[in-house]
């Protein structure tokens, strides 16, 4: 079956961690990227990579980091200096078909700070 | 930046017809796209509407678009306690996709 994986469901840090969601998409798609969902704020993009070996900065990317080593791949780490870490991450992939792109969702990771 | 905007609540009566709306600033966007967001899991692509139309209609679902306005709606016929879900608007708008906040719809029996 074709999709996206993320894992864990539930990951929890303590002050001072760095911790790194995992995301894995079969799809075969070029782009992914991660979101951040918090109550009544919709979807906020974190970062993006177009391309492997290549990422930016979305709107809120204070605070996290990611690798773009394999097409398959786009694990993202939450660092110490993320101050309000606590949300459902979601990443997705994409792919483009002319102007149209059509995102797929992994199940989300839910973040909790102890 | 590129907004795009939606109430945060609606309840209907299950049978009733829902409509969720949204507005957008980007009047280039070439692409209008609605998602569903069950609990606890990730966003499922439910339709989506080409700029140069003015309604797509798929099943239940009938996506309008008024491009002069720049608001698009979502209505669901006869809406049952598995539509319960948030919606999301999104838009293309360079090169990325733009959410709305979402919004909760709910059923009533």
């Known amino acids: 079956d074709g999709g996206i994986t993320q894992s864990p469901k539930y990951l929890f840090r303590k002050e001072g961690q760095n911790v790194t969601l995992s995301c894995e998409q079969n799809?075969?798609?070029?782009?992914m990227y991660w979101y951040r969902q918090d109550p009544g704020q919709g979807l906020r993009l974190i970062y993006y990579?177009?391309?492997?070996?290549?990422?930016q900065k979305g709107d809120i990317a204070e605070g996290y980091s990611v690798s773009r080593e394999k097409k398959e791949s786009f694990p993202l780490t939450v660092t110490s200096a993320q101050k309000n870490p606590t949300a459902f991450y979601l990443c997705?992939?994409?792919?483009?078909?002319?102007?149209?792109?059509?995102?797929?969702f992994g199940p989300g990771t839910r973040l909790l700070v102890l | 930046g590129e907004d795009v905007e939606q109430s945060l609540f609606l309840s209907v009566r299950e049978g009733d017809s829902s409509v969720i709306n949204c507005t957008y600033t980007?009047?280039?966007?070439?692409?209008l796209y609605w998602y569903k967001q069950e609990p606890g899991a990730g966003l499922q692509l439910l339709t989506y509407?080409?700029?140069?139309?003015d309604m797509k209609q798929d099943q239940r679902l009938t996506v309008l678009l008024n491009k002069k306005d720049k608001h698009l709606s979502l209505r669901i016929a006869d809406t049952q306690t598995g539509d319960s879900a948030i919606y999301f608007c999104?838009?293309?708008?360079?090169?990325?996709?733009?959410f709305g906040s979402g919004t909760r719809l709910s059923i009533r029996p």
């Open positions: 997705a992939s994409s792919i483009g078909e002319g102007n149209k792109e059509t995102q797929y």
């Open positions: 990579s177009q391309i492997v070996n290549d990422f």
């Open positions: 799809l075969n798609h070029d782009a």
């Open positions: 980007d009047s280039s966007s070439t692409y």
């Open positions: 999104a838009i293309d708008s360079a090169s990325k996709i733009i």
């Open positions: 509407i080409f700029s140069n139309m």
